[in-house]
């Protein structure tokens, strides 16, 4: 991968940068610019010795970020596991989440359905599904993302459920 | 991925290079904090409004733009006080500490890396002057640490190369001191554990040399710089080779030699694994191996370099007793060494000729070869070089040729400055 001048890789690594600053590590708005200059100089530095940039500049904001908490004795990171991702560590629970993805199936368009229903339950990576559908593997998984995500806004309470629940 | 963390830097990467595994899709849909970071990766542009984003590039352009400048109009004075530190006079004392003269001085340190280390680790030396005469409110706190860093990582490496291993560790602990401070400091500090691996490999030190060059590894690849990769995984195999683990040694330079390499490191790939199939005794393939490679090092004009590969093996076929492979090797470098009229380099060739001939027994042979130098030597200006190649002779006349006699001229012709 050539590795851009430093205005277009700026240009293109941008938004992916202040995203992942602010999105993954909370970097306050104020602070944002800061971490991409200290990126941008280190980039001007060893642009030579980079082969692929994407993975240096999303490695280097990912540092930076961490710096910035470490710096501030702040946590770097997010905050506590959600319930969700604490039940994947119990094996117990394997069985029922697939059950639980089954049902959830029924609700999605045929695509993202059989995708879902090729990755989930019969174990396919998304590089195979790829072949199988004649398509990157990106796009599957854009598509397993979407439908997972359809799938659970299709499991959120509606005001409605919340009203009769009482 | 364990699944009880978030997505990690390199699980962010494959899904933005679109090969995410199982794993990091199920725990992008179970993690909401994952789910809305990675759409808004995927509906870039996002929606931060952050007034006047251009200003972090206009910033860093013009500070790397000043440095740039400061480089080319220090380059003169830089190169006086390189020809001052080669011949030991006293360095210009009209300098203008500026960061231009470091970087232009640590350049000079790298370029004299291989040629001569002494005169790189003085380039270092001056350069770290430099940096404490700088007026460091003229520039950005993080390109002084990158530095401040990188004067002491070009003397751990010179260093290194001078055998003063200890001290490189402590020159190591100063470079990383000083990247630690940076906000990207990982491959930084990935460099320097490179570094402080190959000190560690000389003392020995090969498991925690071991774990340094798959720490940087790891950080390399996660940053992609792949030529580093290249580097660290060629490392670790030496490593490996040095500790008697020839065979996964061999399996690390095998998985290299199939990828698409730089010529020179290509060379250098093979090189070592002509190091590996011998010590597993594949004579013939490390024959192979470093032909190749001896090919790639003249053809990028590494003509010495290969010789001194070629040479290494010869040594190390000859204290393997496969004297059939080593004899004709060692004198076809010699004759290279002769072309290139590199006497200091013939000689030592020629001693290890002389060394392996005696234990073979057939001092006569290595008596005729002293002849053919002498005789060539008589025509040119008097050096310490003829006179240990005759007072080789003249133990083989007298009878007492030893093992001892050959490595006391060995050291002779080593010590003497060149």
């Known amino acids: ?115 879902l229903d090729l990755h989930y339950l019969q174990g396919y990576t998304a590089r195979e599904i790829a072949v199988r559908y004649n398509t990157t593997p990106k796009y599957v998984a854009k598509l397993i993302h979407q439908g997972l995500r359809r799938a659970a806004e299709s499991r959120k309470p509606s005001d409605a459920t919340i009203a009769t629940s009482f | 991925m364990p699944q ?50 251009e200003a972090a590039l206009e910033r860093a352009m013009e500070s790397e733009r000043e440095i740039e400048s400061e480089e080319q109009k220090s380059r003169t004075e830089s190169d006086a006080i390189v020809q001052a530190l080669r ?21 000079s340190a790298r370029e004299e890396l291989s040629r001569d280390p002494a005169l790189a680790l003085r380039c270092a030396d001056a350069a770290s002057r430099v940096l404490v005469a700088l007026d460091r409110a003229r520039y950005e706190t993080q390109q ?85 990769v290249v580097h660290s995984r060629i490392l670790e195999s030496t490593i490996l080779l040095r500790d008697g683990n ?59 370099e290969g010789l001194r590969s070629s040479w290494n093996l010869a040594k190390a076929l000859l204290s393997m007793n496969h004297i059939k492979a080593a004899f004709p090797l060692l004198d076809e470098i010699r004759s290279r060494f002769a072309a290139l009229e590199i006497r200091e380099e013939e000689t030592l060739v020629l001693l290890d000729i002389a060394e392996g001939l005696l234990d073979q027994g057939y001092p006569e042979t290595c008596r005729e070869l002293c002849q053919a130098l002498i005789a060539r030597y008589a025509s040119e200006n008097p050096s310490h070089v003829p006179r240990i190649v005759q007072a080789l002779d003249s133990a083989i006349r007298s009878d007492a040729l030893s093992r001892a006699t050959v490595s006391d001229l060995r050291r002779q012709l080593q010590v003497t400055p060149r």
């Open chain 1, 1 to 115: 991968m050539d590795v851009p001048a430093p205005e277009k890789a700026y240009r293109e690594y941008r938004d992916l940068m202040m995203t992942i600053a602010r999105r993954r590590f909370r970097i306050p708005p104020d602070h944002v610019l800061e971490l991409v200059h200290d990126v941008m100089v280190s980039f001007l530095r060893c642009r030579n010795q980079i082969q692929n940039p994407q993975r240096w500049f999303v490695g280097a904001i990912c540092n930076a970020s961490r710096s910035w908490w470490t710096a501030r004795d702040g946590e770097p990171h997010f905050g506590e596991m959600t319930d969700e991702t604490r039940n994947l560590a119990d094996p117990v629970g394997v069985m029922e989440r697939r059950v639980a993805i089954g049902n959830l199936l029924a609700t999605l368009s045929e695509r993202h359905r059989d995708i």
């Open chain 2, 4 to 53: 009880s963390q978030h997505l990690s830097d390199l699980d962010l990467i494959e899904w933005l290079e679109g090969t995410p595994s199982g794993p990091i899709i199920t725990h992008a849909y179970t993690c909401t904090e994952c789910a809305v970071l990675l759409d808004a990766i995927d509906t870039r542009p996002v929606e931060i409004q952050i007034p006047n984003a």
């Open chain 2, 87 to 107: 011949i030991g006079s006293a360095l210009p004392s009209n300098e203008q500490a500026s960061a231009g003269l470091v970087r232009n001085l640590l350049r």
């Open chain 2, 144 to 228: 002084i640490d990158v530095l401040q860093g990188e004067t002491e990582k070009e003397r751990a490496n010179a260093l290194r190369l001078l055998g003063r291993f200890r001290e490189g560790l402590s020159a190591c602990d100063a470079a990383e001191s000083a990247f630690s401070r940076m906000q990207v400091s990982e491959p930084w500090l990935a460099m320097c554990a490179y570094v402080r691996a190959t000190l560690l490999r000389e003392l020995d030190e090969l498991q925690p040399a071991r774990k340094l060059t798959a720490f940087a590894s790891e950080i390399f690849e996660r940053f992609g710089m792949e030529q580093r």
């Open chain 2, 246 to 304: 020839a065979l996964e040694a061999r399996s690390i330079l095998e998985d290299l030699a199939r990828l698409p390499l730089e010529p020179l490191d290509r060379a250098f790939v093979l090189n070592d694994l002509s190091f590996a199939t011998l010590q597993i005794g594949r004579v013939d393939l490390a024959l192979q191996h470093s032909a190749q490679a001896a090919v790639i090092f003249q053809e990028m004009g590494a003509t010495l």
